[in-house]
């Protein structure tokens, strides 16, 4: 299997600029992508690292840069058996993994909380990825316009993609261990327990 992780390391994670400076959310995306990393190594026997050009990874991962916009470049790399994994799922461990390149189907998605795509595995090459603007039900449409058989996966570990301030609240509450909320404790962040609905603080 061949793995395809796209990584922007340019301003990422905007949106959360009112909680975290610059260069921690540039090390918070970092994180994220080893913790990634960590899981996909033990299945993939390629991985590719898609970063736009000029992009600075200071660990040993091949990486290959394109200019061209996120579906055009994942596009020119599916082949058979290619997944395409998000590089902000932080929550990804062995078994979920393991149990989504276990399903049947041409084509598995395993969606986002907001109507995206996190995981995409591609058993036929004829398919052709569309990301952005709730991807996920474009390539359920796409897969059905092929005739492949395509098969949803569902799994909250997999479906956590880090864009806000709660999906940092959710990292924070099952993420122990992992780099990414190792280097969120360091910078003081934490999980108030006190009222009826946990809230993310930082000390």
């Known amino acids: 299997m061949k793995a395809v992780i796209p990584f922007k390391l340019r301003n990422p994670k905007s949106r959360l600029s009112s909680l975290l400076s610059l ?6 995306a970092k994180a994220m992508l080893m913790d990634v990393l ?13 970063a736009p050009p000029n992009t600075e990874i200071d ?24 997944a ?8 990804l461990n062995f078994e979920t ?16 909380r907001k109507g995206g795509t996190n995981m995409l595995l591609v058993r036929d090459e004829r398919f052709r990825v569309s990301y952005h603007y709730g991807s ?4 359920v449409s796409i897969a059905e316009k092929l005739g492949l058989k395509w098969t949803v996966f569902d799994s909250f570990y997999a479906s956590l ?22 280097f969120l ?19």
């Open 136 to 139: 996920f039900f474009k390539h």
């Open 84 to 91: 395409v994994i998000m590089a902000d799922l932080p929550l």
């Open 97 to 112: 993994l393991e149990r989504f390149l276990e399903c049947e189907g041409d084509v598995v998605i395993a969606p986002g």
């Open 23 to 28: 260069e921690e959310r540039v090390e918070l």
């Open 161 to 182: 993609d880090i864009d806000d301030e709660s999906d940092l609240l959710e990292l924070l509450m099952h993420g122990k261990g992992k780099r990414s909320w190792k």
């Open 59 to 82: 660990f040993d991962v091949r990486v290959e840069e394109d200019e061209r916009d996120l579906d055009s470049a994942i596009n020119s790399r599916i082949s058979k058996d290619t």
């Open 185 to 203: 404790r360091e910078i003081g962040f934490d999980v108030d327990f006190s009222e009826k609905d946990p809230r993310l603080i930082r000390n």
């Open 38 to 50: 960590d899981v996909v190594s033990e299945f993939a026997d390629e991985i590719i690292v898609l």
